[in-house]
């Protein structure tokens, strides 16, 4: 039972478009959503989160869109570069200390020029 | 931030040997830690959860006794992999957590690379 899912599989957009991935969870005690980046060979970084009673957060080029009622959340990457060319991973927490993070099956993002 | 440090970045080992990971937390004391494993193009499996000084809490499907995990202290927690075999070969990442931080600091490690020949 997937708890967090994850669309789409892969993106490929161009330089200077807008990246969109989209996560759903059917899980309402999760309390904490966020959105991790990775690159090959490393461990994933925090990128940016969210909690429930907000609805959107931005931090420079990214957003968070949270959606309660639908149980849904979406990353935007403005402006997208090469750069931001990773695997993308929407998580989600329940606020007991000693859980772990849910993730979802993950996004490649491919920003071509 | 918060960091943990994970060592090593890679290790080859020849099947049947031990290789022993270490993640530690530089900046906070970690009471919980978590241990995934991750093919190619995959997410990340949660292999263990494990809280400083008690027995690591095992996923189903992972063996308790080919993956070692200790958890002594608040800054340190390893993970042996005994008597190693090549369909272990796999990328290791902890994840450490620390209510310390506000109840949300889940921090990674940069990962550990295993092949086993």
């Known amino acids: 039972q997937q708890q967090v899912k994850q669309s789409p599989q892969s993106l490929i957009v161009q330089k200077g478009g807008i990246s969109i991935i989209n996560c759903a969870y059917e899980n309402t005690a999760f309390d904490y959503f966020p959105w991790y980046q990775q690159f090959p060979g490393k461990g994933p970084a925090l990128l940016i989160a969210?909690?429930?009673?907000?609805s959107e957060k931005k931090e420079g080029r990214f957003t968070i869109s949270f959606n309660k009622s639908a149980k849904q959340f979406s990353l935007h990457i403005m402006d997208s570069q090469p750069g931001d060319s990773a695997t993308y991973f929407c998580?989600?927490?329940?606020?007991?200390?000693?859980?772990?993070?849910?993730f979802g099956k993950g996004t490649r993002l491919s920003v071509i020029a | 931030g918060a960091v943990v440090s994970q060592h090593p970045s890679w290790v080859i080992c020849k099947s049947g040997t031990s290789v022993k990971i270490e993640c530690r937390s530089l900046d906070f004391q970690a009471t919980t830690m978590f241990w995934y494993r991750q093919f190619p193009k995959q997410s990340l499996m949660l292999m263990a959860t494990?809280?400083?000084?008690?027995?690591?809490?095992?996923e189903q499907g992972v063996e308790k006794d080919k993956f070692l995990i200790n958890h002594a202290s608040l800054t340190l927690s390893t993970l042996t992999v005994t008597s190693a075999h090549p369909e272990d070969s796999s990328f290791y990442i902890c994840s450490a957590r620390s209510l310390d931080r506000g109840g949300y600091g889940y921090t990674f490690g940069s990962g550990t690379r295993l092949t086993v020949v």
């Open positions: 494990s809280n400083e000084g008690s027995k690591a809490t095992y």
């Open positions: 969210i909690r429930p009673d907000v």
């Open positions: 998580a989600a927490s329940f606020p007991s200390g000693n859980t772990p993070l849910v």
